[in-house]
């Protein structure tokens, strides 16, 4: 809007113009004729007209484009939110793959495994918000990061023992799956 300051000041100064140069010539207490007088108030509230409608046109198309704006921007967070989402489930498969390999935890792998459930708690208390399901999203989120501290801290946990095999893993993939979809739908709208 501040971009178009000058163009609007301009349409404001027409219409005043118009409208007060009407009045002017109508409300005037000079009992001189004015040539055309009819036509001059006609031709001033047409100009003061245009500018009224100027501005109401910039005005609404100026608050449709930022409307548009602000949609896109929120897609775009929404896509970006998605890709982090998706990065940091396989960066906890790439662990899963270290931990099957080697059978066993490193401190290095308890330390990614950490990390990993801290993206996954940045995004369910700073971002999950974004979304109208909102809840639901938390909800996964919440499954993901609460697995994630199960699997790095609490090493007599059943999601620390299964966290190498399939069925193990299954619980978190099921919440990423859940919560990627509900991101999915919202991106494109349904």
């Known amino acids: 809007m501040r971009k178009h300051f000058w163009l609007l000041l301009l349409l404001v100064l027409i219409a005043a113009g118009g409208v007060g140069g009407a009045l002017a010539i109508t409300m005037r207490p000079s ?6 007088e009819a036509e001059w ?3 001033l509230l047409q100009a003061g007209l245009v500018g009224v409608l100027g501005i109401v046109t910039a005005v609404v ?8 704006q602000q949609q896109r921007d929120y897609s775009k967070l929404r896509q970006d939110i998605l890709t982090e989402l998706s990065r940091t489930y396989m960066d906890v498969k790439l662990v899963r793959r270290k931990v099957k390999a080697s059978k066993t935890f490193t401190k290095t792998d308890i ?3 950490n990390q990993l459930q801290i993206d996954v708690e940045f995004h369910m208390r700073n971002r999950a918000g974004f979304f109208r399901g909102s809840s639901e999203l938390e909800k996964h ?3 993901m990061e609460h697995y994630l501290n199960k699997v790095a801290n609490e090493p007599s946990s059943p999601e620390h023992s299964g966290f190498s095999s399939r069925e193990g893993f299954r619980f978190f993939a099921n919440a ?4 990627a979809t509900l991101i999915r739908e919202e991106i494109v709208g349904r």
Do not use: C, Q, T
């Open 31 to 36: 009992p001189i004729a004015f040539r055309n």
């Open 41 to 43: 108030v006609s031709a």
């Open 61 to 68: 198309i100026e608050h449709f484009k930022d409307s548009i």
């Open 111 to 113: 330390d990614d495994l």
């Open 141 to 143: 989120l919440k499954s």
């Open 176 to 179: 990423y799956e859940k919560a």
